[in-house]
């Protein structure tokens, strides 16, 4: 039967069946159905053979066609959800707005048609695929929702008829088997699989998943179905083991069951084991030793790596140990092998096994809009998450995989109900958990930090491909994921195993990435495991972390943060044990990795923040607060060292993890707890033991003696000082810092961003990318984000963007308000945050400028003092650091090494010591404020001070101070000190430790030993017996000793006299820093009067001397006694300043100043005498005037001349004329441009098209116009007479310009020479002649010779009287007498040759199709008509350089540096090698009445072109190039007055041409009625009637057709003739007197508009002068006719009627020229960027049909092109680059639209100029990374079409490169 039906046409066997299972008895349908399906469906081959999906389609259907079914079922489509999945690169939006999970992502199409005005939202690529959330409320808001989704459920949706679905119930779990037996069977278990081979078993597939996508697609009705096919456990049942007893199936299941085998956690042979240890094991611990057998992943061939570690029998030891879970923890769902209910299970198992194909992936999450589905689904997924964790590891392509499983996961776990439900139902928590935990035990390594033989803990090995290719990533992404939800986390929260086992979780990282200090050699090789430890950290401790802290706000919430915080420290006791830890930590080694340490940090601060907890009963005792703060003190020690370069030989790695630890992203997870951690530990330790501490971690303790030499056995003399700096920087942060101590979000957010805005101005998104973020990272949302601009606008000001005049583009920017830097520069806050040194002297030396400009200080200003916000009262004890005895010894010790000039002293030091003592006499104890008298005689004078309040020992006077010395310091011979003592750099070497401190008082010694003091506190504590602690402590300490060079000189101990207090100190400090005596009077005994407290605010900013006197007051201020003391100190006669050279730091500012003073005078001198040698130099040797100071360099221009000109070589110095042998040069740049020829009629730029709808033609424009011209002409007339009748050059023209600098030809030869030897050339090629110019680095590429002899023609006019008709025959002659040149020809002088040479430079710097226009190619013709366009071409640039008018007049911009001169020279003595015959000479038929029939004699038969149809500009260069140089300028004015003539005529000719019939015949008539007048040749009106009357004759008014007369406007008044033929003329006119210009160096004078024509007149010689007054001013008075007017006309019109006989259509085109064209403008660009994006992105290239990669579009001409597209490539030239030959003649401007930049391409270079689109805070988003609506910036957009007008593009764009045609 199923034999039969196979053979029969499928369709009608499908509606046979559909029919027989639609009957109430079915079962024989569905028996016929089957037996056709096994037929279909059973064999392995079935995949492969396209039949076998075609039976299918047609079953499904039923018989009808498959499209039409695909209608029928989206009719019942009642999907509330989008859901369209997408892959990487897919553009998709994120509104933060309207999004509740901040993975919410929208399709282009849902986000296009939803409100989202005034949101904040994003465009983005997605880099791991994704699916549309719009209509999903558990993941975006209802508001946010597109029109189509908005609808909740549309209920008009009728009910879906139960037949039409029937046959696919039936028909897709057979289809779904097959396609899963298929994957069995591809499976192999053995072999080692490459992601090639899996490739191969799922290409055949490709076709059928892509069926089940079309099913999906159909929309929820058919979802439905499928849901119910993959999920129903029945079907599963009945056909997994395969239907029938068919040999495939059996064998396809036998592969099954050994796949799923592998697939538990663990393997069956460890399962013994590990049952009889569960039942020993009670809750988990992560330190238990010596672990049993560790657990592996099953398949894991490779086991023995991780036992290679130490197979050294020590306990077992470092090998991997699991986390040894309690029975209720080991879920059979984590561990045990799986187990499949259904078809979605197994399909799912395969995708994993097949590690996660594409298309798979799409279908399962095309499925997820159906609600039963998607909790199926996610089940489903967890059930299979250790699996996945598995596979994971094992996969070779792990990034391609790890963006697969996210795609999936992020759907799921966004959602907070369905987080909720299958943490409740399959126990997710736990299984991520445990995952993670057997993730990371595969690379445990045993801990290194600090007791290396004895230390039990194992660690995270950083070398792990796991750790440095982030493996890891998607588990803990999904982590964090839901972590976010605030159910899930109270879940987490609220389960101590869970919490306890992510401890262990944590405590693997803690101490990971060891460091040790290389002594002896540098390190061979440089580790980069830092960048792993560092993201590890940072992704899998503190991002949990913040998800978990922000669930812990609310007072409610206290129990899970006490939870937390005790959970730490048991496993931080476990690590202090675990690690062996004493009391010392390890020297020489850090870590910089203490995620435990961080936990415990930042949950204490939320508890006393957030939760008002009392601190005191989550903290431990002290000596487990002893404990905690020894690993982060070290940190900050070992920072301060490796800024010192003492960790130099670890290489640059070091520094590297020093930046990233401060690094904006890392900061809040990293230093801020530490060193809240550490103020915690401060505020509750002894004060003296804290203090102390800081000083020996930071090796200083030796180098705090009063001596002036010591000997210190633990630090090199070149650290000694910036260690002492780091010491007490920190001790200030310590102290000054209030992130967690009490500032709230806002004042945290602020000081944040001042700190950034200080350093440098900031964009917006570096901004925010430099502020850390508070919250949980990866909610992508910064903290509190309207307060981030509320908070912006209220401390910085916007600069928009601006252009600096290099043509650097400036991004918009924020920069701090002065009031900023006037109250609230925290130059401690600086510091914290600065990655590199250099940003804290930027942020001084932008303070300082600030200072400057405001008037407030002149000098160099010391960093201000700021005040601190007031301490949470759970802090207070901190303030006791400031305020212990230990601290104030070290103070006085510092300011008296200050004052007596010690060795390693600096201005840093005695900055951070004053700031420590003013932060003491602003947090001075309540209860000590004013009663230092009386406590003073109840203490014992045991030591340095009485008590500890600062204000009281301020004033306190020590007079001996017993120091232990080496026997050669000037102590030892008992004199009392001077003021500055013998420092000799040999004491310092190192030497047995010596005590810091001691001190003679009341006649007995007493030793103070900050070291010794510090060990009893600890021993007092720990109650340890102290020879025990030595023992284990000080031999390793002793050790590492440095061993001394030489031996070191015995110690001895020396009495000094000190006699000093604080207060007497710091007044000699003020004397010493002012360097004057008596310097400091105290300002209460000048003025009675003065209140102290605002007096403070005047001593704000300034240097050390004022920072002086404001402690001074403060203490006066603060305390009687003080006041009284300072009064004393005053009152004694100083003692004298100590002479001039024993002061080092005063010696270097006076020597400073004066080495200034006499450099400064000899360097007048020097200059002075320059200049008078200079100057007789140039008097005697050239005679000339002294030049203009600022044009030196220029080429002299308009002033009185001398005979030659002078030019100066850059090269070689010298200055001179340019002669024949030696000629000089400009240097030029010739470039190709075709801007010309973009000129359009309308002023106003096409748009770009940005709908199917709008389009742009290419014809219109100038350059097309004149091509049409010239085929015309070609087509009707002579060719060589063609080919001077017009100017080519509007594309492909060669512009010339210069920077103005000559040089020697010959200089300029050696240069090039030199150029080619230097190899580390960039940005241009010295093969094809280019260069930069020697003194101004402009680029150029060739050099113009510059002329012999005078500048520019300055002869007066010999003969004003002259006559027209005397003038033109004078300029016949000279036409006559060929070769009269100056420079003669027939001889090679290197001037010709030179001119040669740059006429070939000239010619090949433009393509051959744009010099090449006869129709016989090679012919002189060709040369002569692009000799003078090249003329022409650049002198209309000029005209559009100036506006398109001589309005301005006066020079232009580029006038002073034009080299136009130069150039007409070049091409006049190339030109006149070319004869003009006589018979032909345009001359000779303007000034000559030829006879008829010698006009029409031509050898090919074609005529000449008539006079009337030339182009007069045209003529006027031919003539003047070929005329002898240099010209006279009457000849000059006789040539402009007779082509006057001819275009006169021409613009009478055309405008006769649009005139109506009627029209014609009337200005005929009138024009007769006038002949008879006396300046009959000077009317218009007359010459019209002439015109007409001579044209009537011929045919050329016959067929008026209609587009003509359209032409013509509906009246001809004779004003609007007299502007028709102004205007037609102006255009000749600005080109004749722009050449004049440049020839004779007349001045163009500035002019109105409308003025324009009379005064070109005028100075054109055209126009006598009082004609300019009268007010009936006519065109025609300007002409000078030099024979007959009417005789002239004849002539030429005859020429006209004679050709009308042939086409009568192309004599009237011919006339009918528009010679106005508009400026030359880019495309006008839409304001929004996005509309150029949506609509060009996926648009198809025209030529590839494909989408391009990178889409690009020309902006000159709006072509879309394909960026570096291989598909467009031709001739091996990419298309852009090809675009940019034909449209711009080798300039090209192309906007990249996926990036938003423009990219110009210029010849073989190319360079990025940036964007013209910015977002809303001016700046620009390259690649559109950021994603933010951006808008066009008008002035970048007109500095662009500027910079491509005047093609400044080589000059301004610095970075070039070569693009070897491939863009």
């Known amino acids: 039967m199923a034999a039969s039906q196979l053979r029969r046409d499928k369709n009608s066997v499908a509606a046979q069946l559909k029919i027989e299972v639609n009957r109430p008895n079915s079962t024989t349908g569905i028996h016929q159905l089957n037996d056709l399906l096994d037929g279909v469906l059973s064999s392995e081959a079935s995949v492969v053979d396209s039949e076998v999906l075609e039976w299918c389609k047609c079953l499904v259907a039923g018989g009808e066609g498959f499209e039409e079914f695909c209608k029928a079922v989206r009719c019942y489509d009642n999907a509330t959800l989008c859901g369209l999945v997408w892959t990487a690169n ?100 053995t072999d080692p699989v490459s992601e090639r081979d899996l490739q191969k078993v799922l290409q055949p597939l490709e076709p059928w998943i892509a069926f089940l996508e079309e099913l999906t697609k159909m929309g929820g009705a058919m979802r439905r179905v499928l849901t119910k096919v993959l999920t129903n456990q029945q079907y599963y049942k009945e056909l997994s083991a395969g239907p029938g007893n068919s040999a495939y199936a059996k064998k396809s299941y036998e592969k099954y069951l050994c796949a799923v085998k592998g697939s538990g956690l663990l393997s069956s042979e460890v399962k ?57 923890t080991k879920d059979s769902s984590i561990m045990d092998v799986l187990k499949h209910k259904c078809f979605l299970e197994e399909l799912l198992f395969w995708t994993i096994k097949y590690e996660f194909p594409q298309k798979m992936v799409t279908f399962l999450l095309n499925m997820l809009p159906d609600q039963d589905y998607k909790i199926s689904f996610t089940k489903s997924f967890v059930q299979h998450y250790a699996f996945i964790m598995k596979t994971l590891m094992k996969s070779h392509e792990s990034d391609t995989m790890s963006n697969r499983i996210v795609h999936i996961s992020v759907q799921l776990f966004s959602n907070e109900e369905l987080a909720r439900q299958v943490t409740e139902d399959c126990r997710l928590l736990n299984i991520m958990v445990t995952v993670l935990l057997y993730m990371m035990e595969t690379c445990l390594v045993k801990s290194e930090v600090q007791d290396e033989e004895n230390n039990f803990h194992v660690v995270v090995n950083c070398g792990e491909p796991l750790l440095k290719n982030n493996t890891y990533w998607p588990l803990v992404s999904d982590f964090i994921n839901i972590l976010s939800h605030r159910s899930v986390a109270k879940k987490f929260l609220e389960d101590r195993v869970l919490l306890s086992m992510w401890m262990s979780f944590v405590s693997y990282f803690q101490g990971m990435n060891l460091n040790k200090r290389e002594l002896n050699e540098h390190v061979e090789f440089e580790s980069q495991t830092y960048y792993a430890a560092f993201a590890a950290e940072l992704e899998a401790c503190a991002q949990p972390m913040w998800g978990l802290l922000s669930h812990c706000k609310g007072r409610d919430k206290h129990e899970y943060t006490s939870t937390i915080v005790r959970e730490c420290l048991e496993t931080l006791e476990d690590w202090f044990d675990a690690v062996n830890f004493v009391d010392e930590p390890a020297p020489n080694q850090v870590t910089f990795h203490l995620p435990l340490h961080r936990y415990y940090a930042m949950f204490l601060s939320k508890a006393v923040k957030c939760q008002d907890m009392d601190l005191d009963s989550l903290l431990p005792d002290h000596e487990m607060l002893m404990k905690l703060m020894v690993h982060p003190l070290q940190i900050q020690a070992n920072l301060s060292e490796i800024h010192s370069n003492m960790w130099v030989r670890n290489g640059l790695q070091i520094k590297g993890q020093a930046m990233t630890y401060v690094q904006s992203h890392f900061c809040n997870s990293m230093i801020d707890p530490d060193i809240f951690l550490l103020q915690v530990c401060a505020s509750r330790l002894d004060p003296d033991y804290f203090i ?151 942020a001084m030396d932008r303070y300082t400028a600030f200072l400057k400009q405001s008037g407030k200080f002149s000098g160099n200003p010391w960093p201000p003092y700021k005040e601190r916000t007031p301490l949470h009262p759970s802090y207070k004890g901190l303030m006791k650091l400031l305020h212990c005895k230990t601290l104030h010894i070290v103070l006085f010790t510092l300011l008296y ?249 005063e010696k270097k500012a006076m020597d400073k100043e004066e ?122 007339f002579k060719d060589s007479s063609c080919l001077q009748s017009v100017s080519i050059g509007w594309e492909g023209g060669v512009y010339v310009q210069t920077c103005g600098h000559t040089l020697h030809i010959d200089c300029h030869k050696s240069y090039m020479e030199s150029l080619r030897n230097d190899q580390v050339l960039q940005g241009f090629s010295v093969d094809k002649g280019e260069f930069t110019c020697p003194l101004c680095r402009q680029f150029a590429n060739s050099v113009l010779p510059c002329y012999p002899g005078q500048n520019v023609e300055k002869t007066s006019w010999h003969n004003q009287n002259k006559s027209i008709q005397l003038l033109v025959k004078e300029v016949e002659d000279l036409q006559e007498q060929l070769g009269t040149f100056p420079v003669s020809i027939s001889s090679e002088t290197n001037l010709s040759k030179e001119m040669e040479s740059v006429m070939k430079d000239i010619k090949s710097s433009t393509q051959k199709k744009y010099t090449d226009y006869s129709k016989t190619p090679g012919t002189p013709d060709n040369d002569f008509l692009f000799m003078y366009s090249v003329s022409r071409t650049n002198l209309e640039l000029e005209l559009v350089h100036r506006g398109g008018n001589l309005c301005i007049g006066g020079a232009s911009a580029a006038a002073k540096r034009s080299c136009l001169n130069h150039l007409f020279h070049v091409l006049a003595m190339h030109m006149r090698l070319y004869r003009i015959d006589s018979a032909y000479n345009p001359w000779i038929r303007l000034t000559h009445l030829v006879p008829k029939e010698s006009t029409d004699v031509c050898d090919d038969g074609k005529p000449e072109v008539p006079l009337l149809y030339r182009d007069v500009p045209s003529l006027l260069l031919i003539l003047v190039l070929t005329m002898p140089q240099p010209l006279h300028k009457e000849h000059y004015t006789c040539i402009v007055k007779v082509l006057y003539t001819l275009l006169f005529t021409q613009a009478i000719t055309a405008l006769s041409v649009s005139f109506s019939a009627e029209e014609r015949l009337a200005w005929k008539n009138s024009g007769a009625l006038k002949k008879s007048t006396c300046s009959q040749e000077k009317s218009w009106e007359v010459l019209l009637s002439h015109v007409i009357s001579k044209l009537s004759l011929g045919k050329i008014y016959e067929e008026d057709t209609e587009d003509l007369s359209m032409l013509s406007s509906s009246v001809w008044s004779p004003q609007s003739i007299e502007h028709y033929l102004q205007q037609y003329c102006l255009p000749f006119l600005r080109i004749s007197s722009l050449l004049q210009h440049h020839l004779f160096g007349d001045e163009l004078l500035s002019c109105q508009e409308e003025e324009e024509f009379t005064l070109l007149a005028s100075c054109l010689g055209l126009l006598s002068s009082f004609a300019q007054t009268s007010d009936q001013f006519s065109s025609a008075s300007c002409l000078d006719w030099p024979l007959p007017a009417f005789d002239m006309i004849v002539q030429w019109c ?24 508009a400026l030359p403008r880019l495309l006008q660009l839409p304001e929004n960027y996005n509309t150029i994006f949506q609509y060009y992105h996926r648009k198809s290239c025209i030529v590839c049909t494909k989408v391009p990669k990178d889409p690009t579009l020309c902006l000159i001409c709006g072509t879309f092109l394909c960026l570096k597209g291989l598909c467009c490539k031709q001739q091996n030239y990419c298309e852009c680059v090809l675009h940019s030959q034909n449209c711009g003649a080798g300039t090209g401007i192309f906007l990249l639209i ?38 066009l910036c008008e002035e970048r957009y007109k500095v662009l079409e500027q910079q491509w007008v005047s093609h400044t593009f080589d000059h301004i764009n610095k970075r070039w490169g070569p693009h070897y045609n491939g863009l």
């Open 1794 to 1831: 996926n990036a938003s930049v423009i990219i110009i391409i210029r010849g073989h270079r190319f360079c990025l100029w940036g964007s013209v689109y910015l977002d809303a805070h001016g700046e620009e988003d390259r690649d559109l990374r950021r994603g933010k609506p951006l808008y």
């Open 692 to 842: 102390s501490s800081v000083f020996e971690r930071f090796k200083v303790v030796d180098l705090l003696t009063m001596a002036s030499q010591h000997q210190s056995n633990v630090l090199d003399a070149e650290y000694e000082r910036p260690m002492l700096e780091g010491a007490l920087t920190f001790l200030v942060i310590l102290l000054s810092l209030r992130i967690h101590l009490g500032m709230t979000d806002d004042e945290i957010l602020r000081a944040e961003m001042i700190a950034q805005l200080c350093m440098n101005d900031r964009t917006h998104s570096s901004l925010l990318d430099l502020i850390p973020e508070n919250p949980n990272p990866k909610s992508g949302i910064m903290p509190g984000c309207l307060s981030f601009e509320t908070v912006l606008a209220s401390v910085a000001d916007f600069k928009a963007p601006v252009f600096e005049p290099g043509g650097s583009m400036q991004q918009g920017m924020y920069t701090p308000k002065a009031d900023v830097w006037d109250r609230e520069f925290d130059p401690i806050m600086v510091i914290l945050r600065t990655v590199y040194r250099r940003d804290v002297q930027s």
């Open 897 to 1145: 090494k200050i004052t007596m000039d010690h060795q390693n002293m600096s201005e840093h030091v005695l900055c951070m010591v004053l700031y420590l003592i003013e932060l003491g006499m602003d947090s001075v104890p309540e209860e000590d404020a004013d009663e230092e008298e009386s406590v003073e005689q109840d203490r014992c004078h045991d030591s340095w001070f009485p008590g500890s309040n600062l204000m009281s020992n301020l004033h306190h006077i020590i007079n001996f101070v017993r120091v232990k010395v080496p026997e050669t310091a000037p102590e030892v011979k008992r004199e009392p000190p001077a003021s500055t003592s013998s420092e000799t750099g040999s004491s310092t070497q190192s030497s047995r430790r010596s005590s810091a401190f001691q001190r003679e008082n009341s006649g007995t010694a007493q030793v103070f030993s900050l070291v010794a003091e510090r060990r009893k506190k600890f021993q007092e504590i720990i109650n340890r017996n102290s020879g025990e602690v030595n023992q284990v402590v000080r031999p390793k300490a002793l050790s590492m000793k440095w061993s001394a060079p030489n031996s070191t000189p015995q110690l001895t101990t020396a009495i000094l006299e000190v006699r000093e207090s604080m207060l007497s100190l710091m007044v000699k400090l003020h004397h010493k820093l002012s360097a004057k005596q008596n310097s400091y009077y105290p300002p209460w005994l000048e003025d009675c009067e003065m209140t102290f407290e605002h007096d403070f605010e005047k001593y704000n900013h300034g240097d050390g001397i004022t920072a002086l006197e404001r402690i001074l007051m403060k203490a006066a201020a603060r305390s009687r006694k003080n006041k009284y003391c300072l009064e004393e100190i005053c009152r004694k006669v100083s003692p004298p300043v100590p002479p001039k050279k024993n002061s080092p730091t």
């Open 90 to 189: 897919f553009v998709a939006y994120r509104c933060r707005t309207c999004g509740i999970s901040p993975c919410m992502s929208l399709c282009a199409e849902c986000f296009n048609n939803g409100d989202h005005t005034g949101h904040d939202f994003n465009m983005f690529r997605s880099q791991a695929g994704g699916a549309c959330d719009c209509g999903d409320s558990n993941v975006m808001r209802e508001s946010g929702f597109c029109k189509r989704h908005q609808m909740k459920s549309q209920s008009d949706i009728p009910c879906v008829p139960k037949e039409l679905l029937m046959m696919s119930e039936l028909v897709l779990p057979r289809f779904i088997l097959c396609l899963i037996q298929y994957l069995r069977d591809g499976y192999n278990e």
């Open 272 to 328: 013994a084991t590990s049952s009889t240890q569960e039942q020993g094991a009670g809750t988990s611990s992560s330190f238990t030793q010596g672990a049993a057998a560790a657990a592996r992943p099953t398949d894991s061939s490779d086991e023995d790596i991780f036992f290679q570690e130490d197979q050294d029998g020590s306990q077992g030891v470092g090998k991997r140990k699991r986390v040894k879970l309690s029975s209720s």
């Open 1694 to 1717: 005859s020429e006209l009627t004679s050709f009308a006989e042939t086409s009568v259509d192309h004599s009237k085109s011919l006339l009918i020229r528009d010679p106005h064209w």
């Open 1155 to 1276: 080495r200034r003073q006499k450099a400064r005078e000899r360097q007048q001198k020097l200059l002075a005498e320059f200049a008078s040698r200079q100057k007789s130099f140039m008097e005697t040797a050239m005679d000339v005037e002294s030049p203009d100071t600022e044009d030196v360099m220029e080429i002299s221009s308009v002033e009185p001349q001398p005979l030659e000109t002078i030019y100066d070589c850059v090269i070689c110095g010298q200055s001179g004329p340019s002669t024949e042998e030696r000629p000089t040069g400009l240097v030029v740049l010739l470039q190709a441009s075709s801007v010309l020829g973009h000129c359009r009629k309308s002023s106003e730029p096409r748009k770009l098209p940005t709908s199917e709808e709008e389009h742009i033609y290419p014809e219109g424009t100038c350059a097309a116009a004149h091509d049409v011209r010239l085929v015309t002409l070609q087509k009707y």
